[in-house]
């Protein structure tokens, strides 16, 4: 797992990103944990928490810049909330919806009956997300 301010600033060079300042201490705080979600909040949060000078405006477009370049995975879970994914690989998800919290999903989940797409356009992703209450039991 990357730890140096150099390994994040030649993960971004190598995604075609030019590393600034921002970007590799953004990058620093979203990779050197593993694998997680996080919202922009949720980034500018611990950002600000590490005395960390940034907008939440540049917290957004850096988020988005990583997800252009294929560092993030975008994870959309309604029209008001969107997670990023430090694990760019292929899987699914759960949703807590009272805790807000997203998980990965382990193994392969069927997705069957996928509707043709229109003519000239081909399927290139599916993400499925499983919403999740607690049980009270």
């Known amino acids: 797992m990357e730890t140096s301010a150099g390994a994040f ?47 939440l405006a540049t917290v957004y477009n850096t988020l988005h810049q990583f997800t252009a370049a294929g560092l993030l995975r975008e994870i959309a879970v309604d029209g008001a909330r969107v997670y990023f994914d430090t694990n760019i690989s292929e899987h699914h998800h759960f949703l807590l919806e009272d805790g807000e919290e997203l998980f990965d999903i382990s193994g392969a989940v069927a997705v069957a009956n996928v509707p043709p797409p229109p003519p000239g356009m081909k399927v290139a992703r599916i993400d499925v997300v499983v919403r999740l209450t607690r049980d009270d039991d």
């Not at 600033?9 to 970007?23: D, F, I, S, Y």
């Not at 944990?33 to 907008?55: N, Y």
């Open 9 to 55: 600033a030649e993960r971004l060079v190598a995604a075609g990103l030019r590393p600034t300042r921002r970007r590799v201490a953004l990058a620093e705080l979203l990779f050197s944990r593993g694998d997680r979600h996080v919202t922009a909040e949720k980034l500018f949060d611990e950002a600000t928490t590490a005395q960390m000078p940034v907008s």
